[in-house]
């Protein structure tokens, strides 16, 4: 597609529900990242996948949180039980992992944003 | 680990002056410098990036950064702002190993008024 795609742009859950984001990359991007942005956090990073792997899952805040990525496309993280300081905007990116001494540019998607009530 | 700091959380200026985002930052190893502008409900767009070479690097939309390696710095700024610019702006830094992973300051809100 044009630009990175999420879904649903919001998202208002129950405390203690399960919670599906998902994330479209750009066409052709290798890199994709998570991140979240809340009040008084900022923007964190949450995971990288460089294809269908992982290799850095280091900023995933509780075992509640987990992502997958299948066919080096299409992402979709999960909030298991979610809980009221998970609501957030989830901000998803993609690019080309940078070659030579350069690194890529990000793109990002405008985000989903979770109300846990 | 690297970590970013925003000096100011909300600057607040009149059309057509020149403004200054802050960014200082701390790495144990060389970085690349970002600079993020997001408007409401949008996702984040690069205004301006330095990966090496020279220190003033110019982006989008009129704005500069200068990057200041000694004061570990590297400031935003644009001689004459648009109520257009109103915006949130991030700085971010990546190491260019493994994931390239932005660690991004906590954000300064640029208000422009008329």
């Known amino acids: 597609g044009a630009g990175v795609s999420q879904s649903p742009s919001n998202k208002v859950t129950e405390k203690g529900k399960d919670v599906e984001l998902r994330c479209d990359p750009i066409s052709g991007h290798t890199a994709l990242y998570w991140y979240r942005q809340s009040l008084g956090q900022g923007l964190e990073f949450l995971i990288y996948?460089?294809?269908?792997?992982?290799?850095?899952k280091s900023g995933l805040p509780s075992d509640r949180f987990s992502a997958e990525r299948t066919g080096g496309s299409v992402s979709t993280l999960t909030i298991q039980r979610t809980q009221q300081e998970d609501s957030a905007v989830y901000l998803c990116a993609s690019n080309f992992l940078g070659t030579g001494d350069s690194p890529a540019e990000a793109f990002f998607g405008q985000g989903t944003r979770l109300t846990v009530v | 680990a690297q970590s970013v700091t925003q000096l100011d959380s909300q600057v607040p200026v009149f059309e057509e002056a020149p403004v200054e985002l802050r960014c200082n930052y701390s790495s144990s190893v060389s970085v690349y410098l970002f600079w993020y502008v997001q408007y409401p409900n949008q996702g984040l767009q690069l205004l301006l990036k330095y990966l090496s070479g020279s220190t003033l690097v110019k982006g989008i939309n009129g704005f500069e950064a200068e990057f200041n390696k000694s004061q570990t710095s590297f400031h935003l700024r644009k001689p004459s702002v648009h109520i257009s610019d109103t915006a949130e702006y991030f700085c971010a830094v990546s190491v260019l190993s493994g994931s390239e992973k932005l660690v991004f300051g906590k954000g300064t809100k640029l208000t422009v008024n008329p």
């Open positions: 996948f460089q294809g269908n792997s992982a290799p850095d």
